[in-house]
């Protein structure tokens, strides 16, 4: 589904890179996380994917009927901005053309928040609003849904609904899902695959071995 | 006052403006682009200097210039991406240069300084007439855009992801915006143009309503400002502009003075 071969990035075009060398193949149906520290280049990697950015060199290919994004929340300047949740989910149908009216009323259900379709959307709390960015994701069925730190500001009930939610549509729906994550273990719960980014270099793994990897990282930094 | 030809011009060239300028508007607001409003607005009297210099119709003049000044802005944002407010000084220099430039060329066949302050006096029948065109052709437009333009003051990544052509919606809007102006001009002036463009959003914004419903009172706080402000300013035989400018903040502080109130009885109900 996702193709990347030998990619390079900077934001000047010119070195030093943000990403440096890049080669991941994703197929259909994983839940990849991407881990690394602050400024490792994992949003830059998600906003290369989406094509929201150009590479500098290399190349990104991905092959999808449709994209579902889901911002990170700290990006997010829209909760002052007047929109109910059914004006902000009605006018992302229109731009998708989509035709099915009851697709916004589907969406919602789908993320448990039906109730809400009259809300504004700057009232709603940390995890209400981010059930509705994955229910605008979820419009037109895609099959590849990308996520930007999805359980950034929200509290651990709303996180667990978050994962739990994700973990179904990747499981039973099939929907490949990439996610940049800072919360490791739901990284490492939910996952099918983590790509490690590091230094702008990356590494692919199962969840079990990152763990250990991690783990064995941080007896290490114990003893040292 | 009904029975004046130049009052009944201004009246309805008002109506179109009360409905146009807040369509344009709340995108202005809500992408936080407010002081283009006003950037756009001096722009407009170096088109009207132009217009008149070449005898020409002095709002078509305006809305030339500022469509080219609209659109300027939106080219350079690729070089000046850290620093936009710059942009609008770019385009204030350019256009207050030429607009005292030609006035004191002594080239103007007419005085611009109606255009300054706002004048009902010199609304004519032609004026209504392209004050009527532009305004429908520019509401036909944002109904046609709505969902885009909601969406790239909204979110404007998911817009992208979604396909909308975001840097040519862009230079439509900016055309928008050139056209409420120069429609706006003759009656409200240069001065005070940026107020009818933000000022009834901004009292909208304070009832807390979704989009639409926040866009239905923006045309209505724009209706109220517009018309009391020319009625009154015609009784007290003062500038359009500036008292419809008073009046459009006199609303705005009734209705904050009103939601405080509200508040109050709410909060002195649940103790």
Redesign the interface.
């Known amino acids: 589904m996702i193709s990347i071969e030998n990619l390079f990035f900077s934001y000047t075009g010119a070195p030093p890179y943000v990403l440096s060398g890049i080669s991941l193949h994703i197929r259909d149906g994983e839940y990849v996380s991407f881990l690394g520290d602050n400024g490792s280049g994992k949003t830059t990697l998600m906003r290369l994917i ?1 094509k ?1 950015l150009p590479p500098t060199a290399g190349s990104v290919s991905v092959r999808a009927k449709r ?1 579902g ?1 889901v ?1 990170q929340k700290n990006d ?1 300047s ?1 909760a002052q ?4 949740v ?3 989910l009605n ?2 149908r ?3 053309k989509i035709r099915e009216k009851s697709a916004v009323e589907k969406s919602l259900d789908r993320v448990g928040m039906a109730s809400f379709k009259n809300s ?1 959307m700057g009232e709603l709390s940390g995890g209400q609003s981010q059930k509705i960015l994955i229910a ?1 994701a979820l419009l037109g069925d895609p099959d590849l849904l990308v996520l930007d730190e999805p359980s950034t500001g929200v509290d651990v009930h709303s996180q667990r609904e978050i994962y739990a939610c994700l973990r179904q549509l990747n499981r039973e729906n099939g929907i490949t899902v990439l996610s940049v994550e800072h919360n490791l273990e739901a990284a490492i719960a939910n996952s099918t695959l983590i790509y490690h980014l590091k230094d702008g270099k990356g590494h692919l793994c199962s969840p079990e071995q990152y763990a250990e990897e991690f783990l064995n990282a941080k007896g290490s930094a114990r003893h040292a | 006052m009904l029975n004046f030809t130049f009052m009944q011009n201004a009246l309805l060239a008002s109506a179109f403006i009360a409905v146009l300028c807040p369509c344009i508007g709340i995108f202005l607001v809500l992408r936080r682009q407010s002081m283009i409003g006003d950037t756009l607005a001096h722009a407009s009297l170096a088109g009207i200097t132009v217009g008149l210099a070449a005898g020409q119709n002095p709002i078509i003049g305006a809305f030339a210039f500022t469509s080219i000044c609209g659109a300027l802005i939106e080219f350079l944002r690729n070089y000046f991406k850290k620093q936009a407010e710059l942009i609008l000084n770019i385009i204030l220099a350019l256009s207050v240069g030429i607009a005292i430039t030609v006035m004191s060329s002594g080239s103007l066949h007419a005085s611009a300084d109606s255009f300054m302050f706002g004048s009902i006096l010199t609304v004519t029948k032609l004026d209504a007439l392209l004050v009527f065109l532009l305004s429908a052709l520019s509401v036909l437009v944002v109904v046609f855009l709505y969902h885009q333009l909601v969406y790239i003051a909204y979110d404007e990544e998911a817009a992208k992801i979604a396909g909308v052509r975001v840097r040519l919606i862009n230079y439509v809007f900016s055309v928008l915006v050139a056209s409420a102006i120069s429609v706006s001009i003759r009656i409200v002036g240069v001065l005070v143009l940026s107020s009818m463009i933000t000022l009834p959003v901004a009292t909208a914004l304070q009832l807390g309503q979704g989009f639409k419903k926040t866009l239905i009172f923006s045309i209505l706080f724009s209706v109220i400002d517009i018309m009391l402000g020319l009625i009154l300013s015609y009784y007290l035989n003062v500038a359009p502009g500036g008292f419809t400018a008073l009046v459009s903040v006199a609303v705005l502080v009734l209705v904050l003075i009103g939601k405080r109130v509200r508040a109050g009885l709410r909060a002195a109900k649940n103790r």
């Open positions: 989406l929201l994209i994004y911002p997010y829209g901005f007047p929109i109910t059914f004006e902000a006018s992302y229109k731009l998708l504004l605008r």
